[in-house]
C-alpha cells in the first residue's frame, strides 16, 4: 500500500523546520553581503590623516622654536604626546579589523611607530642641544659684553670679539657654513692673544672661546637635527596603511558580491524546486486514478469470499452481497430495511448485543463470531468484522459487516469441548498434582490438586510459560534453568523421569517440596509436550528433619561438655596449686611427728587428684580436639632416665626390678613429642607396676622401621603381674573401662590412662596392642615416629638409669641468693605461694597485680628475673612482657629474663609467650623444684648448664665467626653480603620509615622481615633481636610506640655498620 | 532519520544563536570603556616661563578619591607605606630626605621630586622612564624597596576593604576596583596639584610689585646666563632632558658614582643619554631641598652656584647667587 503515503500531508513540524533552515541560510548569506568594520577602516584613515597633519604641526613648532619664535618647549611636548596618542590607537583600530592581521599591515604599523619613535628621540636630542645652544648665546651676549667693557684690554682683542658679535648676532644664532669660517679665524686669533693678557682676563677669555666653540659645535648639532627631523616621512608608512585597509575594503566589497550572486543562484533554484514539485503533483493524481481503479475490483473479490452487509446506525440493513442472500436464505428485497434483529438465533445474551453495539457507538472496530437464524429456521455461524464509518465531520455514518461462514468449525469445536470436559474431571479428581507443557515450555494443563498444592489457579498459568513461577529451583535454593528441569529433560529425551528430590514454589512464595514424575506427551510418534504427576511431601520431610535436629542436639551436647572440661583446666589448678605449694611451705616449718605424717598424706593425696585432674583434663581435651603436639628436639636416653627414676622409687618399694633395654643402634637426638612420649610410657609402666606383685617390670625399645631421616620405634613394656582376661582385652583400651571394676576398688585409678594412652598413640602416628596372659603377665606394646634431626650428633654414651641429672645440681646451688625478683600475679594465693617460696630462699620479691603494675614496677627498679602470670586483668602477662622489652630497647637495656607462669598448658601459648619475648616458661600449680630450675636456667650469673636451652647472653654487636660457619667459611661472601648491607642500610631504614609514616602495618612488617632476614645472615644478633621486638609491636599498631624503637633501630645499625667496617677493613 | 533530523535543526539553531552572539560581542567591543591618559599641558603662551593657569576641569570627587588612595597604605604589602610617606603634601610634596625610605625602611636610588605641579612635567621621574602620571604609579607600587606590592594585591586589599567598592562603583560603574581607575583617580588627584599664583606668575601676568627688586636681578641674570635655555615653559622646567656637567665633569668630581648616576641611559642604553636628566621644574624650588637627582645638595645657594659651575663654567658672586636665590623664591606659591 507504498501509494497512499504520498498523500499524508508533510506534518507541520516538518514544513517548519524546512523554513527554519531556509531563514538561517538566508540570513547566513545576507549577512555576509555586509561589509563588516567600516566604522573602524573609516576611523583609521581618519587618524592618519590627523597623524599627517599633526606631524606638519611639529615640523612648525620646531621651526618656531629655532628661531626664537617659541621661547619653551611645552607646545612642541604637548604636539609629540598627541602624535604618540595617535599612533596607538591607529594601533588599536587596525588590530581590531578582522582578517586585517597580515604581514603589510604590521609591517606598515611598525614602521610607522619606529618612525614616530625616531622622530620623537631626534626632537628629544634637539630640545637638549638647542638649550645648550641658546644658553650659550645668552652667556656669550653676556660675557662678551662684560670683556668689552673692561678698559684694560686693548682693542686687539677686542676687535675679534666685537666681530664674533657681529657674525652670532646677525645671524640670530643660525649662521651658515660661511660663518663658521670668520668664527673659528676669531677664536684663533683670541687665543694667540690670550697670552699677552692678565690670568684673571685670560680665563674670563677661556670661557668665552669655549662657549663660542659650544655655539658653534650646538648650533651644526641643531640644524642636523633640524633637518633629519623635517625630512623624516611619517606619510609612506601611512600611505601604506591606507592602502592595505583599501584594499581590505575591496575584498569585503568583492565577498559580499559573490554572496549576492549565490543568493540569486538560489532563488532561481528554489524556483526550479516549485516547478518540479507541480509537475509531481500531477502525476500523483493520475496514480489517484489507478489507485481507486484498483480499490474496486479488490471489493468485487471480496464480496465473492465474504458475507457483506452495510447498515445504518440503528442497525437497519441498507445494502447487501449475494453471498448475505444466500447463507440468509431471504431475498435482497426481504432483507434490506430491515433490521438486522430479523437473523436473531436466541443463542446470544443481551450483554453480547449491548457491549458490541458499545464498541461500535466508541468507532472502534467489532470482531466476534455470531450464531444467526436463516429464513427456514436453521442455524448458522459467522465469524463478523463490523467497521464503523464516519461522516467528513467525524460523526458515525454507518456501519460495514464482513463475515465468513464457521458453522461447520463450530460444530468441531461443541465436540472437542465435551471430550475435554471429561478429562478435566478424570484429572481434577485425582489426589496428586497434574500439569502439562508443550515443548515450548508453555502450560497446556494445571488440575484442581495441583492448585490446591501450589496456591495457582488454572486461568492462571495456562499458556505461559510456568517454569520461573513454580520450578525454576532445586531444593538447595540454587537456580535451575528451564532446559534442566524434568519436564524439558523429559521431552528431550522422550523418556520417563522421576525425583523425590524436587521443590516447587507456591503463589505465595513458600517452598513445597515434592516427589514428581515426568512423562513425555506423543503425538503421531512426535514429543508434543510433557505432563508431570507430583504430590507434596513437606510432611515427610519436616519429620526427617525433626530427627537430625535430635541427633544434632545430643552431639552438640556431648561437645559443649568435653569444651568445658578442657577449660577447666585453669580453674582447677589454680586452686590445687595454693593446696601444694602450701603444704610444701607447712612441711618446711617446725612441725610435729604427726603433723608432718597428715602434711604428707595431703601432698600425696594432692598429687593423685592432680594426676586425675589431668588424666581428665588430658582425655577431654582429645575428646574435644583441642590437644596440640610439640615437634622439638631432645634428648631420647635422657627422657627415658627422667622416666623411670620416679617409677624406679615406687618398683623398688614394691621389691620389682624395672629395667630398660635401648639398643645403642637408637640415635640420641630425636624430634617429636618429649611430653608426650613421657605421659605414655609413666602411664603403662606405672600400670605394669601397680598390677604386679612379684618379678619384674620391662622396658625395650626397638627400632622397627629405619628410614633416613626417620624411624618408628617400638616400645615392649612386659610384667609378671596377674594378666588380663581375653574378653577384656577387648575393650581395655576404650575409656571408663578398667579390667573389672573391682579393680579399681583395688588398684585405684580413673580408667583414663590407658584410653589416654592408646589415643595419644594414635593422634602421633603409632599403634597400641597388647598380648596377655591371665595370672602370667602381660605386654603392652607400641609404636612411635621420631624425626631424625637434621644434623647428625655424636651420640652420647648410654645414660645409666640411677643417673641423676645436672639439674638438680643445679637447683641446689645457693650462689645465686638475694636474687631481685618481680613477681607478676593476679591470683592472692599465688602472690602468697610465689612470695613464700621466693624469700624464704633469701631473694627479695615484688609483687605486681596485674600487667600494668609490673610495667610500673620495672620502670623504677631492674629486676634479674620476672615471674608473670599470663591471665592477668587491665593487661596480661603477653602485653606486659612486649611493653618491657620496647622499653628495654628504647633505653638500650640489656633483657630480663622473663618467666611465664601459667596454667593454660596449651601449646599455643607456649608460643605466644615465646614470641611475645618471654624466655622460659613454667606450668602452674607451681613445681618448686621446676620454679627454681626454671629461675637459675635464666639468670646469667648462674654458670651455664647443658642442657639449658635458652640462654640469654648478651647479646653481640655482630657475631663474626658464627655467621662465617653458616657460610660454610666462605668469607668472600660474607664480606660481600656485609658490604651490601653497609651499602643498603639507608635504604632500608628509609622504607621501614615511611611505612612507619603511612602507618602502614603491612609493609611495615615485610620491610622488617627483610632486614631481619639480612641481619641474621650476618649474625647481627643485637639488631635482630631489637626487630623482633617490633615485629611484635606491630600488630598492636602502637605507632607511638614503634617511633622510638625505630629511633633506637637506626642507632643501632650505625653501631653495626661501624663495626662491620672495622671488621672489612682490617681483612684487607 | 528522525534522530538526524532533529540534530540537525538543532545545530543549525546553535549556529544562528552563535552568529548573533558575534554580532553582539562587536557591538559590546566597539563600546569599551576607554580612559583617555592624561594629556600633557597645552601651552599655547609662546613665552620662556609662563604662569600656571588657575582653573582646572576635574572631576572633584575623583580628585578626593585619588586624594584617599594618595595617603592609603594598603597600596603597601605590609600596610605601612602611602604615596604620602614619601610625596609629603605638608612639605612642599617631599620628605626632605636624599633618597627616601620605603618599605621595611629599605631606601631607594634618587632623589624623591615634589608631585605638586607633576602633571606639567613632560615625563615622570628623573630619567623619564614613565610617559604619564598613571604609568608613573606602576614603579613605587611594584619596587621591592618602596611599596613591594603588585596590582592584584592592591586590588584584592581595595576590594576586601569597606569604602572603596561603594566608592569605585559610583566613579567607575563599568569597571569598578581595577588598575586603570585606581591609576586614574590617583594621577587625577595629582594633577589637581597645581601651584598658581606665585609672585613671579603675579608679575607675569602684570603686576610690577609681585617681586622686588633684587628677584628682579636675579631674573635678569637667570635669563642672562642662559639658565632659562632649560628651565622654561609653565613649570620652569620639566619639559626636555639635560645633560648634567656641560663645562665641568659633575661625576668627576663626585665620590661616590652609582648606577642611577647614568640617568637617561639606564632607559636608552643610548651613550649619548649618559648623564642626562629630566631638567627639573623650579617651582616651589625653595621648599624641595635637598637638590638634584642624587639629593647630595643640601642648599638653594649651592645648588645655584654648583648649576653655574658645572653648566656654564661660572663661579657666580655671593651677590649673583642672593639675586637668583631671591627670583627662585618668587616661584613658590602657598601650598595647601
Same mark, same amino acid.
Given at each position: 500500500m507504498k501509494f497512499i503515503s504520498i498523500y499524508r500531508p508533510i506534518s507541520i513540524y516538518r514544513l517548519s523546520s524546512i523554513i527554519f533552515l531556509a531563514i538561517t541560510l538566508l540570513s547566513i548569506l545576507i549577512y555576509n553581503t555586509y561589509i563588516k568594520n567600516l566604522e573602524l577602516e573609516d576611523n583609521l584613515l581618519a587618524l592618519s590623516k590627523q597623524a599627517s597633519t599633526l606631524n606638519l604641526e611639529i615640523n612648525q613648532s620646531i621651526f618656531f622654536n629655532q628661531f626664537g %619664535?617659541?621661547?619653551?618647549?611645552d607646545n612642541l611636548n604637548y604636539q609629540v604626546f598627541e602624535l604618540e596618542k595617535i599612533q596607538r590607537k591607529i594601533n588599536d583600530s587596525a588590530t581590531l #579589523? ?5 604581514a603589510s599591515i604590521t609591517h606598515s604599523l611598525d614602521a610607522f611607530k619606529s618612525n614616530i619613535d625616531k622622530k620623537i628621540s631626534l626632537i628629544e636630542q634637539l630640545k637638549s642641544h638647542y638649550a645648550l645652544f641658546r644658553n650659550s648665546a645668552y652667556f656669550f651676549h653676556t660675557l662678551s659684553q662684560e670683556i668689552l667693557s673692561?678698559?684694560?684690554?686693548s682693542n686687539l682683542i677686542k676687535t675679534p670679539i666685537h666681530q664674533l658679535q657681529r657674525v652670532l648676532l646677525s645671524h640670530s644664532y643660525n649662521y651658515s657654513e660661511s660663518s663658521t669660517q670668520l668664527i673659528n679665524r676669531a677664536i684663533s686669533k683670541l687665543q694667540t692673544l690670550?697670552?699677552? %693678557?692678565s690670568s684673571k682676563d685670560k680665563k674670563q677669555l677661556n670661557l668665552l672661546i669655549k662657549h663660542v666653540q659650544s655655539l658653534s659645535l650646538y648650533g651644526n648639532k641643531t640644524r642636523n637635527l633640524v633637518n633629519l627631523i623635517t625630512a623624516s616621512q611619517l606619510s609612506q608608512p601611512i600611505d601604506t596603511l591606507e592602502r592595505v585597509v583599501s584594499q581590505h575594503y575591496m575584498l569585503q566589497h568583492k565577498k559580499s558580491l559573490a554572496v549576492q550572486k549565490i543568493l540569486f543562484l538560489l532563488l532561481s533554484l528554489a524556483s526550479i524546486y516549485i516547478v518540479f514539485l507541480l509537475f509531481n503533483l500531477a502525476k500523483q493524481s493520475k496514480k489517484l486514478n489507478q489507485v481507486l481503479l484498483d480499490l474496486n475490483n479488490q471489493q468485487f473479490a471480496l464480496n465473492q469470499h465474504a458475507i457483506v452487509s452495510s447498515s445504518d446506525l440503528q442497525g437497519n440493513i441498507t445494502a447487501i452481497n449475494e453471498k448475505f442472500c444466500d447463507i440468509a436464505g431471504y431475498t435482497k428485497e426481504e432483507l %434490506?430495511?430491515?433490521?438486522?434483529? %430479523? ?8 450483554d453480547f448485543f449491548t457491549s458490541m453495539w458499545n464498541t461500535l457507538a466508541q468507532g472502534k472496530v467489532w470482531h466476534g463470531e455470531i450464531k444467526n437464524k436463516t429464513k427456514q429456521n436453521e442455524f448458522y455461524w459467522v465469524s463478523a468484522t463490523i467497521v464503523p464509518f464516519f461522516h467528513g465531520t467525524g460523526e458515525l455514518s454507518h456501519y460495514i459487516a464482513i463475515s465468513t461462514d464457521i458453522t461447520l468449525q463450530k460444530r468441531l469445536e461443541e465436540q472437542l469441548l465435551s471430550n475435554q470436559s471429561f478429562m478435566d474431571k478424570l484429572t481434577n479428581s485425582m489426589a496428586q498434582g497434574v500439569y502439562a507443557i508443550d515443548t515450548e515450555g508453555l502450560c497446556t494443563f494445571w488440575n484442581k490438586e495441583a492448585e490446591r498444592i501450589l496456591g495457582w489457579s488454572a486461568s492462571e498459568l495456562i499458556?505461559?510459560?510456568i517454569h520461573n513461577l513454580i520450578?525454576?529451583?532445586d531444593t538447595y535454593g540454587n537456580h535451575v534453568v528451564s532446559e534442566q528441569s524434568i519436564l524439558q529433560k523429559s521431552i528431550v529425551n522422550n523418556t520417563h523421569y522421576s525425583s523425590d528430590k524436587n521443590l516447587l514454589t507456591h503463589k505465595n512464595g513458600t517452598d513445597v517440596p515434592i516427589s514428581i514424575t515426568a512423562v513425555p506427551l506423543t503425538e503421531n510418534n512426535k514429543v508434543i509436550g510433557s505432563v508431570a504427576v507430583f504430590s507434596d511431601i513437606s510432611k515427610r520431610l519436616a519429620n526427617e528433619q525433626l530427627l537430625k535436629q535430635a541427633i544434632e542436639t545430643a552431639e552438640h551436647a556431648s561437645r559443649a561438655k568435653s569444651d568445658f572440661l578442657a577449660n577447666m583446666s585453669h580453674e582447677i589448678r589454680t586452686p590445687m596449686n595454693g593446696i601444694i605449694g602450701m603444704t610444701d611451705l607447712a612441711l618446711d616449718t617446725s612441725l610435729d611427728k604427726e603433723q608432718k605424717e597428715y602434711l604428707d598424706i595431703v601432698k600425696s593425696s594432692s598429687f593423685s587428684l592432680l594426676n586425675i585432674i589431668n588424666d581428665i583434663l588430658d582425655f577431654s581435651k582429645i575428646e574435644a580436639g583441642k590437644l596440640d603436639f610439640e615437634y622439638i628436639e631432645f634428648n631420647f636416653p635422657h627422657l627415658l632416665s627422667e622416666t623411670i627414676k620416679p617409677l624406679d622409687i615406687r618398683a623398688k618399694q614394691k621389691d620389682l626390678l624395672l629395667t630398660v633395654h635401648l639398643p645403642p643402634? #637408637?640415635?640420641s637426638t630425636l624430634v617429636g613429642d618429649p611430653t608426650r612420649l613421657k605421659q605414655i610410657l609413666t602411664n603403662l609402666l606405672d600400670n605394669a607396676i601397680k598390677f604386679t606383685q612379684k618379678g619384674e617390670v620391662k622396658l625395650t625399645v626397638s627400632i622397627q622401621i629405619a628410614g633416613n631421616n626417620k624411624s618408628c620405634l617400638q616400645f615392649d613394656i612386659s610384667d609378671t603381674g596377674i594378666g588380663i582376661s581375653e574378653h577384656v582385652q577387648e575393650s ?10 573391682s579393680v579399681s576398688r583395688e588398684y585405684?585409678?580413673?580408667?583414663l590412662g590407658l584410653s589416654i594412652s592408646s589415643q595419644l598413640i594414635h593422634l602421633m602416628g603409632g599403634e597400641i596392642w597388647l598380648k596377655s596372659v591371665q595370672d602370667k603377665g602381660s605386654t603392652f606394646s607400641f609404636t612411635a615416629w621420631f624425626d631424625f634431626p637434621i644434623q647428625t650428633k655424636e651420640i652420647p654414651a648410654l645414660l645409666s638409669i640411677t643417673q641423676t641429672s645436672t639439674d638438680d645440681s643445679a637447683t641446689n ?6 636474687l631481685n625478683i618481680l613477681v607478676a600475679e593476679d591470683n592472692p594465693i599465688n602472690q602468697k605461694l610465689a612470695f613464700n617460696l621466693l624469700t624464704k630462699k633469701g631473694h627479695h620479691v615484688i609483687i605486681a597485680a596485674n600487667g600494668i603494675k609490673a610495667v610500673e614496677q620495672f620502670k623504677q627498679q631492674p629486676f634479674d628475673i620476672i615471674l608473670m602470670d599470663f591471665q592477668m586483668p587491665e593487661m596480661d602477662g603477653i602485653e606486659a612482657t612486649q611493653v618491657i622489652r620496647s622499653i628495654e630497647a628504647s633505653t638500650s637495656q640489656q633483657q630480663t629474663p622473663i618467666v611465664a607462669m601459667t596454667a593454660n598448658a596449651m601449646k599455643e601459648d607456649k608460643d605466644k609467650a615465646f614470641s611475645a619475648g618471654m624466655d622460659g616458661y613454667i606450668s602452674k600449680p607451681i613445681d618448686v623444684k621446676e620454679l627454681f630450675n626454671t629461675i637459675y636456667k635464666h639468670l ?11 640462654i640469654s647472653l ?5 657475631n663474626w665467626n658464627i655467621a662465617l660457619k653458616r657460610l660454610a667459611d666462605d668469607t668472600e661472601l660474607l664480606e660481600m653480603m656485609a658490604s651490601m648491607f653497609i651499602d643498603e642500610s639507608d635504604n632500608y631504614l628509609k622504607k621501614i620509615d615511611e611505612a612507619v609514616n603511612a602507618q602502614d602495618s603491612i609493609r611495615l612488617k615485610q620491610e622488617i622481615h627483610t632486614l631481619k632476614g639480612v641481619c641474621s645472615t650476618l649474625s647481627a644478633d643485637k639488631v635482630e633481636q631489637l626487630l623482633k621486638t617490633i615485629e611484635n609491636v606491630v600488630p598492636e599498631k602502637q605507632w607511638t610506640e614503634i617511633k622510638p624503637l625505630i629511633t633506637t633501630l637506626e642507632q643501632e645499625i650505625k653501631i653495626l655498620i661501624r663495626a662491620l667496617k672495622n671488621r672489612l677493613a682490617s681483612h684487607k | 532519520m528522525y534522530f538526524f533530523k532533529k540534530t540537525f535543526i538543532f545545530l543549525s539553531f546553535i549556529f544562528c544563536s552563535y552568529i548573533i552572539y558575534l554580532q553582539i560581542n562587536i557591538l559590546l567591543s566597539s563600546q569599551v570603556e576607554n580612559v583617555a591618559p592624561s594629556s600633557n599641558y597645552s601651552n599655547k603662551?609662546?613665552?620662556?616661563i609662563t604662569p600656571i593657569p588657575a582653573k582646572q576641569n576635574l572631576n572633584k570627587a575623583i580628585v578626593l578619591l585619588g586624594r584617599r588612595l594618595f595617603f592609603e597604605?594598603?597600596?603597601s604589602k605590609n600596610d605601612t ?8 603634601l605638608h612639605n612642599a610634596g617631599v620628605d626632605g630626605l636624599v633618597v627616601s625610605a620605603g618599605i621595611h625602611a629599605q631606601v631607594g636610588t634618587m632623589n624623591a621630586p615634589t ?10 621621574f628623573w630619567d623619564g622612564r614613565a610617559n604619564t602620571l598613571e604609568d608613573q604609579i606602576d614603579g613605587p607600587i611594584n619596587s621591592p624597596s618602596e611599596m613591594d606590592s603588585s596590582w592584584p594585591e592592591v586590588i584584592e586589599k581595595l576590594t576586601a576593604s569597606g569604602e572603596y567598592p561603594a566608592l569605585f562603583k559610583t ?8 588598575e586603570q581607575s585606581i591609576k586614574n583617580a590617583i594621577a587625577t588627584f595629582e594633577r589637581s596639584l597645581l601651584t598658581p599664583d606665585s609672585p613671579f606668575d603675579l608679575y607675569l601676568k602684570g ?5 622686588n627688586k633684587e628677584a628682579k636681578k636675579g631674573y635678569q641674570l637667570f635669563t642672562g646666563l642662559g639658565c632659562i635655555s632649560c628651565h622654561q615653559g609653565v613649570n620652569v622646567g620639566g619639559n626636555m632632558f639635560g645633560k ?6 659633575y661625576f668627576a668630581d663626585k665620590k661616590i658614582i652609582t648606577e642611577a648616576d647614568l640617568g637617561r641611559f639606564n632607559i636608552t ?16 624650588v625653595e621648599l ?11 642648599t638653594l645657594k649651592s645648588a645655584v652656584q654648583k648649576m653655574a659651575y658645572y653648566q656654564l663654567g661660572v663661579e657666580l658672586s655671593e651677590e649673583e647667587t642672593r639675586f637668583i636665590k631671591a627670583f627662585l623664591k618668587t616661584l613658590t606659591a602657598k601650598l595647601d
Open positions: %619664535i617659541h621661547q619653551n618647549y #579589523i578582522q582578517d586585517l592581521n597580515n673692561n678698559h684694560l684690554l690670550s697670552s699677552q %693678557i %434490506i430495511g430491515n433490521s438486522h434483529k %430479523i437473523l436473531k438465533s436466541g443463542f446470544h445474551d443481551k499458556g505461559k510459560n520450578h525454576f529451583q643402634a #637408637i640415635p581395655i583400651f576404650n575409656a571408663f573401662s578398667q579390667v573389672d571394676t585405684g585409678g580413673t580408667g646451688d645457693d650462689s645465686s641468693k638475694n646469667n650469673k648462674n654458670p651455664s648448664q647443658n642442657v639449658t636451652k635458652k648478651p647479646l653481640q654487636i655482630c | 603662551n609662546t613665552q620662556a597604605t594598603r597600596l607605606v602611602s604615596c604620602a610617606s614619601c610625596h609629603n608631585v605638586f605641579n607633576s602633571s606639567l612635567n613632560f615625563k615622570q566613579l567607575y560603574p563599568k569597571q569598578g576596583i581595577t603686576q610690577q610689585n609681585a617681586i648634567m656637567g656641560v663645562i665641568h665633569d642604553h643610548k651613550n649619548e643619554d649618559k648623564y642626562l636628566f629630566k631638567v627639573p621644574g623650579l617651582r616651589n624641595t631641598a635637598p637638590y638634584f637627582h642624587d639629593g647630595q645638595t643640601r
